[in-house]
């Protein structure tokens, strides 16, 4: 079974409290117990993921927290810091649906849960933790049998129930080597990469008033926030044209940040087009490479991409642009036909498990 681990919302998260009861003494699994932290829409897609089946059927719920030997947490509006998350603990919780326990999804899907965890905030700890009841033999000899060991025990408590705990911890060293750069934000060039310049009508100012989308643009964006995805768009144009085109298909508020030409005062690849862009993102220059760029232009939108140490993805639709690189500087380090095959891109680099 593939697993694809999604920001957790509040349809899901009702859903897990209302619904999923477990049966005798793993009543105390019970989300209801967990209803604070599931409906904290601060972690949705920070610590909370829902995990979704190839049907796409919500399956289990993900929680990935940072903690040190003290007990102090990194917050969630810092799990884009990946040098302080490294100074902190890996812990993981989860749980399957309650009709999914006991048939023997257990250890991988628990494999899972680490490989995605340590793959989306590039985590180089010794260890992945969890805890979990001492009478649960089932979880234990699941965890177990994803290469979790037993190394320390402790009393815990869910809504006034004591009962022994068991800490567990898997050692990841050899998961390293299989780190890869897990996109954290995506830019988008606007003509040819998302909107069709052929079709584009323009007033005498040059701003564009409307135009069709190239096929699958608008798929892609929504599916690429539905994964929680921050999405920019970097653009040379007046600001009237991003805004007209945006506007008339619905996708303006898919959009995190904008740089666009007009605004900033400079194309690209200027770098200040595409930092500008960053800065609204909050991301930091030493995350630059966790960021792509797709665009239709190899020495504007691949060129600017590759020089700040972005991941470059040149869109090849076009017949409105050069397709030969002039130097190393253009040359792409992804090459895609349509929109939606940049999916294919991230599943190399963020595979659903």
Same mark, same amino acid.
């Given at each position: 079974?593939?697993?694809?681990?999604?920001?957790?919302?509040?349809?899901?998260?009702?859903?897990?409290?209302?619904?999923?009861?477990?049966?005798?003494?793993?009543? =105390?699994?019970?989300?209801?117990?967990?209803?604070?932290?599931? $409906?904290?829409?601060?972690?949705?897609?920070?610590?909370?993921?829902?995990?979704?089946?190839?049907?796409?059927? /919500?399956?289990?719920? /993900?929680?990935?927290?940072?903690?040190?030997?003290?007990?102090?947490?990194?917050?969630?509006?810092?799990?884009?810091? +990946?040098?302080?998350?490294?100074?902190?603990?890996?812990? =993981?919780?989860?749980?399957?649906?309650?009709?999914?326990?006991?048939?023997?999804?257990?250890?991988?899907?628990?494999?899972?849960?680490?490989?995605?965890?340590?793959?989306?905030?590039?985590?180089?700890?010794?260890?992945?933790?969890?805890?979990?009841?001492?009478?649960?033999?089932?979880?234990?000899?699941?965890?177990?049998?994803?290469?979790?060991?037993?190394?320390?025990? &402790?009393?815990?408590?869910?809504?006034?129930?004591?009962?022994?705990?068991?800490?567990?911890? *898997?050692?990841?060293?050899?998961?390293?080597?299989?780190?890869?750069? $897990?996109?954290?934000?995506?830019?988008?060039?606007?003509?040819?990469?998302?909107? #069709?310049?052929?079709? +584009? =009508? *323009?007033?005498?100012?040059?701003?564009?008033?409307?135009?069709?989308?190239?096929?699958?643009?608008?798929?892609?964006?929504?599916?690429?926030?539905?994964?929680?995805?921050? /999405?920019?768009?970097?653009? #040379?144009?007046?600001?009237? &044209?991003?805004?007209?085109?945006?506007?008339?298909?619905? /996708?303006?508020?898919?959009?995190?940040?904008?740089?666009?030409?007009?605004?900033?005062?400079?194309?690209?690849? #200027?770098?200040?087009?595409?930092?500008?862009?960053? #800065?609204?993102?909050? =991301?930091?220059?030493?995350?630059?490479?966790?960021?792509?760029?797709?665009?239709?232009?190899?020495?504007?939108?691949?060129?600017?991409?590759?020089?700040?140490?972005?991941?470059?993805?040149?869109?090849?639709?076009?017949?409105?642009?050069?397709?030969?690189?002039?130097?190393?500087?253009?040359?792409?380090?992804?090459?895609?036909? &349509?929109?939606?095959?940049?999916?294919?891109?991230?599943? *190399?680099?963020?595979?659903?498990?």
């Amino acid at each position: 079974m593939n697993y694809t681990f999604l920001p957790m919302t509040h349809e899901y998260a009702t859903t897990m409290v209302e619904t999923w009861k477990y049966e005798g003494e793993y009543a =105390i699994y019970d989300y209801a117990h967990e209803a604070e932290h599931l $409906l904290d829409a601060e972690g949705w897609g920070a610590g909370i993921f829902a995990v979704l089946n190839d049907e796409e059927e /919500l399956i289990a719920e /993900l929680s990935i927290e940072f903690f040190d030997v003290g007990g102090n947490y990194v917050e969630y509006g810092d799990y884009g810091n +990946e040098t302080l998350i490294n100074q902190y603990e890996l812990w =993981i919780g989860f749980g399957l649906r309650p009709d999914l326990v006991g048939r023997g999804l257990g250890a991988d899907f628990v494999s899972a849960c680490v490989d995605y965890a340590v793959q989306r905030y590039h985590y180089r700890g010794d260890y992945a933790r969890l805890g979990v009841a001492k009478f649960n033999q089932r979880a234990i000899k699941a965890y177990q049998k994803a290469g979790f060991q037993v190394y320390d025990h &402790t009393i815990g408590d869910i809504s006034g129930q004591s009962f022994e705990c068991v800490y567990m911890r *898997k050692s990841l060293p050899k998961l390293w080597g299989r780190l890869l750069p $897990l996109p954290i934000a995506i830019c988008f060039d606007c003509g040819d990469t998302l909107a #069709d310049e052929a079709t +584009e =009508i *323009k007033d005498e100012t040059g701003t564009t008033l409307h135009a069709d989308l190239i096929p699958g643009a608008a798929e892609l964006l929504e599916e690429l926030k539905r994964r929680g995805y921050k /999405l920019a768009l970097v653009a #040379d144009s007046p600001a009237g &044209t991003f805004h007209n085109i945006l506007t008339q298909h619905g /996708l303006m508020d898919y959009f995190d940040a904008f740089a666009i030409s007009e605004q900033v005062g400079v194309d690209k690849p #200027d770098a200040r087009m595409f930092i500008h862009a960053l #800065d609204q993102l909050g =991301i930091r220059r030493e995350d630059y490479g966790r960021v792509m760029m797709v665009g239709n232009n190899l020495a504007r939108d691949i060129k600017g991409a590759n020089d700040l140490g972005l991941i470059s993805v040149w869109l090849s639709w076009s017949p409105r642009r050069s397709k030969v690189p002039v130097d190393a500087s253009e040359v792409p380090q992804y090459t895609i036909a &349509t929109p939606l095959d940049l999916l294919a891109v991230l599943e *190399k680099l963020a595979p659903t498990y």
